[in-house]
């Protein structure tokens, strides 16, 4: 059975329509038209352990909703979802003992206690035996360096020190599965190094399930084999990043650098698309041919000094994706 279950899952809001001007206040107060808004409309996906998944889709799509109902804080209108077999809405005291989660725009550390005292309440909240909390707290300073800030009052550290400190307190009780909502947004770059390092680290060490939504695609480069992607509260991709890239983008550059002017170059199954003094583009379908075979094919007939290879940019292919939702 799959870490992860959720089938058929929906979640309805019902909205109050608010007509303009005092004539309509008055009559909203009389009568009520509501109309009902699908946030999550029917989605079914299964995670395993293990896997770091990208959740991903554009504002209002749907991703927090999900998440809430994972967790246990909202309660679906239809469906179900079991998290390592148990269902959090009948019982979300014994799921959250499974999951560590971090909301990048809230915090669950205390405000006015040193960041060492909110792990010891922790610690007493999640009844972590003392060697334990001993080894992840080591092994949170190893990945994040967490004693260099642990005396330090929450409400003094920056947003990328409050983030180490609440991605450190998610992981204490040794969650096996995390959620992670917009754990990047704001931070500047190392910051954000050091956040997907922990990411990576942590997966692998532990074997740690990761669901990760974020509007960072380098994020979802970076750390993510699978994307799951929903517009307007549906899923519409279900997959390998590396198969979505293929399928919607197939086309590769492949730039030579030649020591004099450029020959004329000519290839089945590459085109060129743009040419300098020293350098040309050729664009390629990388399902017909792959890059090693074009490069090795044309090293056979060309002498040049330099390659490179240009990839799809990520962001163009997932706006193209939402594009059609």
């Known amino acids: 059975m799959a870490l992860i279950e959720v089938k058929n899952l929906s979640k309805e809001y019902k909205v109050v329509k608010k007509k303009s001007g005092l004539r309509g206040a008055f009559a909203g107060l009389l009568h009520r038209e509501t109309t009902i808004v699908n946030a999550v409309n029917d989605i079914s996906f299964s995670i ?58 809230r915090s669950q550390l205390y405000w006015d206690l040193r960041l060492g005292e909110s792990f010891e309440l922790l610690k007493r909240i999640y009844q972590i035996p003392d060697e334990t909390y001993k080894s992840n707290l080591a092994v949170m300073n190893e990945i994040l360096k967490i004693n260099e800030i642990i005396d330090t009052p929450v409400r003094q550290l920056s947003l990328g020190q409050r983030m180490r400190g609440d991605l450190a307190a998610a992981i204490l009780h040794s969650p096996p599965i995390l959620f992670l909502d917009e754990p990047t947004i704001g931070l500047d770059v190392e910051v954000k190094y050091a956040i997907r390092k922990f990411i990576r680290d942590i997966n692998l060490k532990f074997q740690t399930t ?34 979505l890239i293929k399928r919607i983008s197939p086309y590769r550059q492949l730039v030579l650098e030649f020591y004099d002017e450029v020959p004329e170059i000519k290839h089945e199954k590459a085109k060129v698309i743009k040419q300098e003094i020293s350098r040309v583009w050729l664009q390629f379908d990388n399902t017909k041919i ?9 090293s056979v007939n060309y002498t040049f000094k330099d390659l490179s290879l240009e990839e799809p940019n990520i962001d163009e292919i997932i706006r193209e994706v939402y594009s059609k939702t």
Do not use: W
């Open 48 to 105: 395993d352990k293990g896997e770091i998944v990208g959740y991903i889709g554009p504002n209002g799509a749907g991703k927090s909703t999900t998440i809430k109902m994972m967790s246990g804080i909202l309660a679906p209108t239809k469906g179900s979802i079991l998290i390592n077999g148990i269902s959090p809405q009948k019982d979300r005291q014994q799921v959250v003992k499974n999951l560590g989660v971090v909301f990048g725009q």
């Open 210 to 243: 990761i669901i990760l939504t974020t509007h960072d695609l380098d994020d979802i480069q970076q750390l993510c084999d699978r994307i799951i992607i929903i517009n307007h509260g549906r899923i519409v991709e279900d997959g390998s990043l590396h198969e």
């Open 290 to 298: 792959t890059a090693a075979d074009l490069i090795s094919d044309l």
